[in-house]
């Protein structure tokens, strides 16, 4: 019988796939559906303190590969936000329901992850890298004091496991040494890649805020290089996020030392049945290759 179930800080996740922030969860009727197929866990919109309306129109577009998405964090605020995360916690019950935050201060992180986890979440997902929001997300991870600062306050505030989201730089392992050694309890790699794209015939950038992230599966192979790079430096936790269409995509992130899973654009390209299709892509491989437990994949790349 093979497993697909794996740890993450004493839950069970079955299978190993995470709804990754800001895909289908900034309401829980949108995170209960997803839950109820077949999920492992499920990751919030990241919310702020403040109502946030987000960059102009177009703020999505669909490239050959992926998405290229500039929302710039559009969210109702905490204080609106907690309303769904009780509905939400109602009728999730034992799969965890994982806050993503951000703020622009140690302070601002700090009092939302508490609000966050007062209301139900069973860790917090720190978002040090949204790439196209001028001030929060990636400004905060590129500068190595604040990041320190942001995750130690959480660690004071919170007992609840706290995860760094990180953006894909060239410096990807030294920061998530850095956030090891601050007190977070896991790494989650990647965020969009800073991207854009420009219209030829109307000679303009098609996006409203002319730059944003890209995501899906273009950017596998750069969250594939992440991961096996900050897997060499850290031994906290690895969740691996982007590009995973598939279930060989799922267990090439594993391979790169990545203990769980992240997916978004999935959802988009192959729909909302998406983490049942890539779980049994994960079985029928693991299945050919005789390999009975994905504990066996783990990091083998490194060998
Ligand atoms: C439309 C859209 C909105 C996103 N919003 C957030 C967000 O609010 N917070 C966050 O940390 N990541 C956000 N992301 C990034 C995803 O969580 C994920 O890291 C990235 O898309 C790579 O994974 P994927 O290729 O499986 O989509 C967003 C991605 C997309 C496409």
Redesign the pocket.
Known sequence: MIELKTDLFGFVLDPPLIL????LDQTARTMERIANNEVGGI?T??IGEEPREGHPNPT?VELEN??L?A?G?PNPGIEDFKTELDELRQSVERKPIIG?V?ASDPEGFAELAQNMVEHGSDMI?L?L??PHAEGYGASIASDDEMMREVISRVKEKIEKPILT?LPPSTEIARKAALAEESGSDGIVC???VRAMTINFETQEPILGNKIG?Y??KA?KPI?LRCVFEVYREVDIPIIG????NTGRDALEYMLAGASAL?????FHTRGKKSPNKIAQEMKELMEKEKIEDLKELIAEAHK
């Open positions: 990754a922030s800001g895909i990751v919109k990241s999505v992926g998405l998405n929302m964090l993503s951000f997902e978002n890298s949204c989201k990647i965020n969009t992230g995501s899906g950017i969250g996020c982007g590009g995973i992240q997916i978004g654009t999935v």
